[in-house]
């Protein structure tokens, strides 16, 4: 109902300006000083993250998105191998699973069936399993061994949003948690990464203003036929799920790509107006990463795209080659993606409501998808 919207047009619209708080209610109570507290990984037994060897997280849909940024932050910070598997191909595949493997599946809904089948399997092949998840007491927190809940509070919109902010922070928190009981991370750069990491509801909330010019952007595009996605590092899972937005509510062809993938292949899709979003990570950390993606846009600027660049405001290395420029506030580049999905989400609600589709109900779709 209109009330239940609390003055927005849609629950989707409602859920997107919830993205700051999604961030800020998972870290709550979570992070103490230099310290991150999950007292909910308990269950699992005392020191049980010195002795894994591997991390593998289940999921599907915008779910394992997140993971796919997660698993960066993991294992950068723990130094446990960490990969991510759809649910759906992870138990059709007798892969190696050990009482050192902790299978974490993530779902916003807990009762997606593709996801909870990988959870029984992974229990009967002996893994230990840990659900994040944002629903209280639903079918996967409850058939696992420990559960850390996410505190995006209830998401209606079928086209997952604020929960996938809350996803990529409690898996931060996870590997920073893994970090901090392995000492693989100094807890000086501990402290730091956490000092930041509770800007970044803030943050967030700053990227939600540039709403009005994607509106300009999307009314503008309401008859684009494609739009393509690029990213690398962490920024590549973004692209992929800015191009599902756009495919999910806007029904318009999209595809994300690492953008290092481009000269195989995806650059032969580049004609003179294609639009190209770019997720382009900031300058000021590393003189590898950057670099590699202006050139990408260069190259792509060369066949005739437009290019869409969401980077860190006051990039001068991008303004020359962009045809928009999205800027977002500096921050670590872990915490990047957190940012540049915002205005991907923005993008696919403004571009659905210009081509006039009810964007809390999709054609097609289920929020939750409870068969296999
Ligand atoms: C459905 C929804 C997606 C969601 C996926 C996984 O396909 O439409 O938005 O990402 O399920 O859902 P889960 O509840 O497991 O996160």
Redesign the pocket.
């Known amino acids: 109902s209109a009330a239940e919207k609390g003055g927005w047009p849609s629950f989707m619209a409602k859920e997107i300006d919830e993205d700051p708080e999604a961030v800020a209610n998972t870290l709550r109570g979570r992070v103490q000083h230099d310290t991150v507290v999950l007292p909910d990984l308990d269950a699992l037994g005392d020191d049980y993250f010195t002795g894994i060897d591997r991390v593998v997280i289940v999921?599907?849909?915008?779910?394992?998105y997140s993971a796919q940024v997660g698993v960066y932050a993991i294992e950068e910070w723990s130094r446990i191998p960490s990969v991510v598997e759809l649910a759906h191909e992870f138990r059709y595949r007798n892969p190696v699973l050990t009482e050192r493997t902790l299978v974490v599946s993530?779902?916003?809904?807990?009762?997606?069936m593709d996801?909870l089948m990988a959870v029984r399997y992974a229990k009967e092949r002996g893994a230990k399993t840990l659900s994040i998840c944002?629903?209280q007491g639903a079918t996967?927190p409850r058939e696992s061994d420990a559960v850390v809940y996410t505190h995006a509070g209830p998401e209606v919109a079928?086209?997952?949003t604020k929960?996938f902010l809350a996803?990529i922070t409690a898996l931060y928190l996870l590997g920073l948690y893994a970090a901090q009981v392995r000492g693989t991370l100094d807890a000086e750069r501990r402290a730091e990464l956490l000092t930041e990491f509770q800007t970044i509801p803030e943050k967030v909330r700053t990227v939600l203003d540039v709403r009005p010019r994607i509106r300009e952007l999307a009314n503008w595009m309401a008859d684009t036929r494609s739009v393509l996605y690029l990213g690398r590092n962490v920024g590549y899972p973004i692209a992929l799920e800015g191009a599902l937005k756009l495919k999910?509510i806007a029904y318009i062809h999209a595809e994300g790509f690492a953008a290092g993938e481009l000269k195989h292949g995806p650059i032969a899709l580049i004609e003179p107006g294609q639009p190209v979003f770019v997720i382009v990570p900031s300058p000021r950390h590393d003189d590898t990463l950057h670099p590699k993606i202006v050139s990408n846009i260069q190259e792509i600027r060369a066949r005739g795209a437009r290019v869409l660049a969401i980077c860190e405001a006051g990039d001068a290395a991008v303004l020359p080659y962009a045809d928009e420029v999205i800027g977002v506030p500096p921050t670590e580049p872990f915490f990047e993606p957190l940012l540049a999905v915002v205005p991907l989400q923005v993008f696919a609600i403004e571009l659905a409501t210009a081509k006039g589709l009810d964007v809390d109900q999709p054609r097609n779709?289920?929020?939750?998808?409870t068969v296999e």
């Open positions: 999921a599907c849909g915008t779910a394992a993530m779902s916003q809904s807990g009762e997606t996801t944002n629903t996967i079928v086209a997952s929960a996803q999910e779709l289920a929020k939750s998808v």
